[in-house]
């Protein structure tokens, strides 16, 4: 009785490992390849539950759009201009039997696209000059680099969806260089407007001094002339004054001397009593007696 319930357990283990091992499910992002012994015997890209054989085994492949980078290439332009390339691309696997037979998986896959794409890229970018890949016919160098790579995917099962280019830049001591060259012209082209600067503030100086000096002579020149005509005509005025009364003339410019010359408190004068200079002090009628 132990023996034959022992059995019936092992028995039921076996049923049932079998039955596991011969059910399968497939989602909505897989398609599914069915082997035996390495072989494939059947494709499976449909979702759901299936079932195979307890001793046949599944290899499960994305059906999603799968996104493959691609390092760094650094190639010559046909301008002769070493460049560094960072791009990428997409793509999707639509025969899985055929992936299978040819690069086996996915990372074999990306191993082969990454080669075909590399060598695309050198090929195509290394007919164009630099400038170009910097416009907007770099969308349509992507397309034939696309169509290139994708005549040689499909014999992997493979299809290239899109390629695209992340950057195109110059090697680090290019652009080093570059911006050392560019820098060297903005100075120089500083130096040139700083000494044009300088050139237009001398000429603008000089011509200003000269206007000034100019200005200035015109203003002394005219300022003598008036000063000259206001001499002769005080001359004038004081010769009409002395013609018509000269006893009042002497005595109007003796006061005058009389307040320039005592004007002062600290004047002293040291003169002879009897001196002309006082004589309308000492006997003040003389203005009546000449007169």
């Known amino acids: 009785m132990l023996k034959s319930f022992s059995f019936r357990i092992v028995l039921l283990v076996i049923i049932l490992t079998g039955g596991y091992m011969s059910i399968f499910t497939v989602t909505e992002t897989e398609q599914t390849l069915v082997l035996q012994f390495g072989n494939p015997i059947r494709t499976v890209q449909e979702p759901g539950l299936y079932f195979k054989l307890p001793w046949q085994s599944t290899l499960y492949l994305d059906k999603r759009i799968l996104n493959l980078n691609i390092p760094e290439q650094e190639l010559i332009a046909s301008d002769q201009k070493r460049l560094v390339v960072d791009a990428f691309a997409r793509y999707r696997i639509i025969d899985p039997l055929r992936t299978y037979q040819r690069v086996f998986n996915e990372l074999g896959a990306n191993n082969r696209l990454q080669a075909l794409l590399t060598s695309s890229l050198r090929q195509v970018l290394g007919r164009e000059v630099f400038s170009t890949l910097l416009s907007g016919e770099r969308a349509v160098l992507m397309q034939i680099i696309r169509d290139n790579v994708n005549a040689e995917a499909q014999d992997l099962g493979l299809e290239i969806v899109d390629v695209r280019i992340r950057r195109v830049d110059l090697p680090e001591a290019n652009s080093n260089a570059i911006y050392q060259r560019m820098q060297t012209e903005r100075e120089r082209e500083a130096r040139e407007a700083r000494a044009e600067g300088r050139e237009q503030e001398a000429r603008v100086r000089a ?85």
Request: net charge negative; proline share 2%.
């Open 207 to 291: 011509q200003a001094d000269r206007e000034v000096t100019v200005l200035l002579a015109e203003s002394q020149r005219d300022a003598e002339i008036l000063r000259g005509e206001g001499d002769a005509r005080v001359v004038q005025i004081f010769a009409d004054a002395y013609g018509r009364d000269e006893a009042f003339f002497e005595f109007y410019r003796s006061m005058q001397a009389y307040r320039i010359a005592l004007g002062n408190d600290d004047t002293t004068l040291i003169l002879s009593p009897d001196s002309e200079f006082f004589k309308f002090f000492l006997n003040p009628s003389n203005f009546e007696v000449n007169r």
